[in-house]
């Protein structure tokens, strides 16, 4: 998935501030949990320290055309199905309505 939230380190380190949720043919469905700090940061990016997320990546930097001296930026996270002999019709990416807003650009896949 490519990434970022608005407002996302507002709330602390490790809040569920979004849901991918993947949708199986059988029906049954799957929550991937999107947490603050840990998956995705705020896009307006701070200084280098408060950057990084542990667990995906900081993939895309750009100079902000609105302020200078900052960047924004987009944040990787990889999913391995844990049953991929069951097949994936959709998936819904939500907000937990918390004070980051989750948003989602793109999403890759593998077989």
Known sequence: MLHGAGWGDSDPHGTCIGKLIVNYEDGESQAIEIKAGEHVRD???TNDSKRKVSG???AWVHPSKEVSGRDIGLYTLTWQNPE???KIV???YES???YG???LLGVTLDK
Request: hydrophobic share 45%; net charge neutral.
């Open 96 to 98: 937990t309505m918390s």
């Open 90 to 92: 959709s998936f819904d």
């Open 84 to 86: 991929p002999e069951r």
């Open 101 to 103: 807003a989750p948003f």
């Open 56 to 58: 995906g990546k900081l």
């Open 43 to 45: 896009w307006f990016l």
